[in-house]
C-alpha cells in the first residue's frame, strides 16, 4: 500500500487539516484510503468520533462529496458513514485535496440520515452553480443512502 497526505480545505482553499492514509483502490476519477482519526475523542450531538476508529474513505474528482466509512476502534462494527460536500477532489501522486463547502451528511447503519450544518453551508457566500452542486450531491447521497446502493450496501434496517 502507497502512503498519500489528505489536505483538507476550506470552501476558499485555504488549509484546515491534514492526515496520512494508505491508498486501497486508485482509478482515474477516484481513490479509495484507509485512515485513522488521530485527534482526541470528539464528541457531538450526533456522534461519537475516537481516537483511533478506522475510516475507510473515498474521495473523488468527478463528484461533488467524499464519504468516509467509520469503523470503532475497539471492535471495529460499523458505525456509520459521514460524507462531507465538497468541491470535486483535486489528485497529485502523494496527495489529494478537498475543499469542504460545510454542508454534510450523517447515515447511520440503520439507514436513518441526518443533513447537518444546513446554516453554515447556506451563510457562504457561493455562486449559484456551486450552491447547484453542492445542494445536487446532497440529493444523490440522500437517495443512495435511501436505496442501501453503492458505498451504503450494508446499511441494515
Partial sequence: MTAIIVYKRDHLGNPVWQYQGMV???EAHYIQLEAYFSRADHVTPYHIFRQGDRMIEWFYTNR??????????DDDH??????????????EDDAIYADDLALD????????TLVL?????????????????????LSDL????????GIFHLIQR
Fill in 78 to 91: 460499523l458505525k456509520g458513514w459521514y460524507c462531507n460536500i465538497t468541491r470535486p477532489a483535486l489528485f
Fill in 105 to 112: 451528511l450523517m447515515v447511520y447503519p440503520d439507514g436513518r
Fill in 24 to 26: 486501497l483502490a486508485r
Fill in 64 to 73: 461533488w462529496y467524499n464519504i468516509f466509512q467509520m469503523h470503532d476502534v
Fill in 117 to 137: 450544518d444546513e446554516d453554515e453551508f447556506a451563510d457562504l457566500p457561493f455562486d449559484l452553480s456551486t450552491q447547484e452542486c453542492a445542494l445536487a450531491a
Fill in 142 to 149: 440522500k437517495r443512495m443512502a435511501d436505496q442501501a446502493e
